[in-house]
């Protein structure tokens, strides 16, 4: 029977994280997939992980299933930590979901139970597992355009001009914070206009939000999500554990669904049950429980935030190192653009032959879009990677 399987497209950033292993030099430098490295290249695990493991190790009496939606303490801690008090947790319905990927499939398949001709709309460019999934399910999509290739800011007034033309009852996708993949974010101000924009149109936002805490702290990238948590009736927000917590391969992660009344959240508990069970019955609990753990006692939840800080404030440093050294080399300021972005990525905005240049000579490996991870950067290979851009760019 799998002789009528064709085969499948690469998933780009996984094909690179492939390309980058295999790779026998020792100088190479990986900015590709979006895990989050020390100056030493090592992926740590966080303190308050260790810590909240150790626990659950020592004071784990069972290992029998949770509920179909996982632990509600998870729930609450995650609400609370997301939404705070942005909407009454009544009229909030979650399941714990296998990372923020799962949260997304999820989300989708509840559309498609709820509206299944909408259409949902994605910010040119976004993370290219969004296209794919809603492919793979069969659903339709369109783009409203989000980046200005020249300023590598946000092209607001095109964004604001597409998403005027979304029809009523279809669905768009936004980034919660750090926007993936260009590092280009809204300013409140401009999040507002969008929320205004998408009440009047009856359009359903959904929010993806895996990098809360890697911008600008904790409460200030969660913003723009509790703005929209407020301001609907109906809403989705996808949210990820694996960089904020460090816990990639714990498959951590929650769909939040916002809805307009308590029976409306009860049925709409009901329907993400039911889609867990479908998919796969009970989510994962480990990665979740750790999060629990942490969120939940004061000294843990300190330590955390403590080193959330010192991760996200080291990635600012070296976008300011990148763009400084970008600004000595060629005089100009065009590489300003670095130091504003936030999160884990930049989009370079350089060509695709310059990508591969730099990894062919340089063994510098980003994504082809010319994204960067910039936290696969240390103090001395910043230096590398801004020769490396001018040399292929000139
Ligand atoms: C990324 O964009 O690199 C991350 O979200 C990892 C992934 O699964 O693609």
């Keep these: 029977m799998f002789d009528s399987l064709s085969a499948q497209p690469a998933d780009k950033i996984l094909a690179l994280m492939a390309a980058y292993r295999a790779d026998p030099r020792d100088s190479k430098v990986d900015l590709g997939v979006g895990v989050y490295k020390d100056a030493s290249g090592n992926t740590p695990v966080m303190r308050a992980v260790k810590e909240a493991e150790r626990r659950i190790l020592a004071d784990q009496s069972s290992k029998a299933y949770t509920g179909l939606a996982g632990d509600p303490a998870f729930s609450d801690a995650m609400i609370d930590l997301v939404l705070a008090d942005s909407v009454q947790r009544n009229r909030v319905a979650a399941i714990a979901t296998p990372g923020g990927t799962g949260a997304i499939r999820q989300a989708l398949e509840l559309i498609r139970m709820a509206a299944p ?57 936004l980034h919660g914070c750090c926007h993936n993949p260009t590092g280009a974010n809204l300013t409140t101000a401009q999040m507002e206009q969008v929320i205004a924009l998408l009440k009047e149109r009856d359009v359903t936002p959904f929010v993806d939000i895996a990098y809360q805490g890697f911008g600008d702290g904790l409460e200030e990238d969660s913003v723009a999500t509790r703005a929209i948590a407020g301001a609907f009736d109906n809403a989705l927000i996808a949210a990820s554990c694996s960089k904020n917590f460090g816990i990639y391969r714990e498959r951590t992660g929650i769909l939040m669904a916002i809805t307009k009344d308590t029976d409306q959240a009860g049925i709409t508990q009901q329907n993400l049950n039911f889609l867990n069970r479908q998919n796969y019955s009970f989510p994962p609990d480990h990665g979740a429980r750790v999060v629990t753990t942490i969120l939940t006692d004061p000294d843990l939840r300190q330590d955390w935030e403590a080193e959330l800080e010192e991760t996200r404030n080291g990635m600012l440093a070296l976008r300011q190192q990148l763009a400084d050294e970008l600004k000595r080399l060629t005089n100009s300021e065009d590489f300003n ?18 990508v591969e240049s730099i990894r062919e000579n340089d063994g510098i490996y980003m994504v082809g879009d010319s994204r960067i991870n910039i936290a696969g950067l240390n103090k001395n290979t910043v230096p590398l990677l801004a020769k490396a851009i001018i040399r292929a760019t000139s």
């Design 337 to 354: 653009f670095i130091a504003e972005h936030r999160g884990m990525f930049s989009r370079l905005g350089i060509s695709t032959e310059a």
């Design 117 to 173: 001709k909408a259409t949902i709309w994605l910010s040119n460019p976004t993370w290219p597992n969004h296209p794919s999934i809603i492919k793979y399910l069969g659903m339709k999509m369109g783009e409203y355009r989000y980046f200005d290739e020249n300023t590598r800011k946000v092209d607001f007034d095109g964004m604001m001009e597409d998403l005027k033309a979304v029809p009523q009852g279809d669905v768009v996708l």
